[in-house]
């Protein structure tokens, strides 16, 4: 490994983002500027009195939608057009989903209701930092995807609906 | 993308802006995957494969996630290398996740590739797939997506975007407090092994428990050198800046293993948190001064 590469991949990643981000920018100004009509306009801010709010806001039903496909549809699709719900569980809860389907094709899956439990019931072994830190309480955990099992379940219990007779 | 998105934003502006700026920072998930995805037949880097030995133009996100995962292979030696996918493929890791469709790319399965037979042209802005072969973005395209949703939101002071155990965590949570992170133990999937205060940092696990083939003999984080799943650590944790260094750090640290994945890190000034198959944690320098 060559050691006079050191440091480079951080640095990499930040002028790749960069690069991403504002090409999608300049994309999005140029077909802004091609739409006839009224340019958006923001709603000036009003800023609450200075209370860091300890309040999340609530994460709105997440789309996870797919770009329609630029092919055409099969007219032979297993699925009926229309909009098909599924539940999926799994040991750490569950989620709802609304799946859309059009021309055949699954064009987005909406999550409507999650529940899920954080695992926090046990801590193995942390040498000074439980005592130091007298919580279990964790925001997040990383490398837990145990709710992608019940989301597949759910998108696959909403096509079953639409699989036609 | 076969993950759960959630984002959370702690802010006292205005709800309606607040969640226009999160729409807008999920759309950046369905644009990496149209680019990106190896299970999709349509997706931009999928086409590649209609024309090996040529020049193809890439839209700049498809190329930016090339770049960085094959600038990422040469500094490793290949021990990470993303034209690994149809070892994976054949390993049976092949299902898109929205359609259950097995995905068959038209490659020998002898073919021997690697990150060498991918050219890229930064003036032109092209890649070129000197041979036939899979290109898996999936160890860099998650944190890019998750980089770019962070860019999307950076008029909010303090937010967590996480994708399937993936995160970046800018600020502080609720609470005023650092964003308070559990690495999950890779063995038990109820307890956390360690625990990480960030701001404004992005943190990236690889484990061996997240995918699984169907006989549960293998994972998915192969050896692109020996075609084999790495086998000495089951989970490594990646602190860095963005999300994009810290998955593909991750992942080429797992394969790597504890000895020399902790070096790999060390020398790109990231953070981590390993975790050997024996269940021994193994941090580097920096960790404890995380705190910010």
């Keep these: 490994m060559a050691r006079t590469r050191s440091r480079r991949m951080v640095a990499l990643s930040s002028a790749a983002i960069a690069a991403v981000y504002f090409a999608g920018l300049a994309a999005t100004r140029e077909a802004a500027a091609g739409l006839a009509g009224g340019a958006a306009t923001s709603a000036p801010l009003s800023r609450a009195a200075p209370q860091p709010s300890a309040t999340p806001t609530v994460v709105p039903?997440?789309?996870?939608?797919?770009?329609?496909?630029?092919?055409?549809?099969?007219?032979?699709?297993?699925?009926a057009d229309g909009t098909y719900s599924g539940t999926g569980t799994s040991r750490f809860g569950s989620i709802s989903v609304s799946v859309t389907i059009q021309s055949g094709r699954i064009t987005n899956?909406?999550?409507?209701?999650?529940?899920?439990?954080?695992?926090?019931?046990?801590?193995?072994?942390?040498p000074g930092q439980v005592v130091a830190r007298q919580s279990a309480q964790v925001d997040r955990v990383t490398g837990a995807t145990y709710s992608s099992q019940a989301f597949r379940q759910a998108v696959q219990q909403a096509l079953s609906q639409a699989v036609r007779a | 993308m076969d993950t759960v998105i959630s984002i959370e934003v702690v802010?006292?502006?205005p709800q309606d802006s607040v969640h226009a700026a999160i729409q807008r920072a999920l759309g950046w998930f369905a644009r990496v995957e149209r680019a990106c995805s190896r299970f999709d037949p349509t997706s931009e880097v999928q086409q590649l494969l209609r024309r090996v030995g040529e020049p193809v133009?890439?839209?700049?996100?498809?190329?930016?996630?090339?770049?960085?995962?094959?600038?990422?292979?040469a500094r490793t030696g290949g021990a990470f290398d993303p034209t690994v996918g149809h070892v994976l493929e054949r390993k049976?890791?092949?299902?898109?996740?929205?359609?259950?469709?097995?995905?068959?790319?038209?490659?020998?399965?002898?073919?021997?590739?690697?990150?060498?037979d991918v050219w890229l042209d930064p003036k032109q802005s092209t890649i070129t797939l000197r041979r036939p072969l899979v290109l898996d973005l999936g160890a860099v395209a998650k944190g890019l997506a998750i980089d770019l949703a962070a860019r999307e939101l950076a008029a909010f002071d303090s937010f967590c975007i996480e994708a399937g155990g993936d995160l970046y965590a800018r600020g502080r949570n609720g609470s005023g407090q650092p964003w308070r992170i559990g690495v999950r133990d890779p063995r038990h999937p109820e307890a956390v092994a360690y625990l990480l205060d960030v701001s404004d940092r992005a943190v990236c696990t690889s484990g061996d428990y997240e995918r699984r083939t169907a006989?549960?003999?293998?994972?998915?984080?192969?050896?692109?050198?020996?075609?084999?799943?790495?086998?000495?650590?089951?989970?490594v944790t990646v602190v860095a800046p963005t999300a994009l260094a810290a998955d593909g750090l991750a992942t080429a640290a797992f394969v790597l293993?504890?000895?020399?994945?902790?070096?790999?890190?060390?020398?790109?000034?990231?953070?981590?948190?390993?975790i050997t198959s024996a269940g021994a944690v193994r941090t580097t320098p920096g960790l404890r001064r995380n705190t910010r």
């Design chain 2, 92 to 116: 049976g890791f092949n299902r898109h996740y929205l359609s259950g469709e097995r995905i068959r790319s038209p490659i020998p399965t002898d073919a021997s590739v690697s990150y060498r």
């Design chain 2, 11 to 13: 802010s006292p502006q």
């Design chain 2, 257 to 274: 293993g504890p000895r020399r994945g902790l070096r790999l890190l060390t020398e790109e000034g990231v953070d981590g948190v390993l």
């Design chain 2, 57 to 73: 133009p890439a839209s700049p996100l498809l190329f930016e996630a090339a770049r960085f995962a094959l600038t990422l292979a």
């Design chain 1, 61 to 79: 039903p997440i789309q996870a939608s797919r770009t329609a496909s630029s092919g055409a549809a099969t007219s032979s699709s297993r699925y």
């Design chain 2, 215 to 235: 006989d549960d003999s293998e994972h998915h984080l192969v050896d692109p050198r020996t075609g084999r799943a790495a086998r000495a650590l089951a989970s």
């Design chain 1, 109 to 126: 899956v909406a999550i409507t209701r999650a529940t899920t439990s954080f695992p926090v019931s046990r801590i193995a072994s942390l």
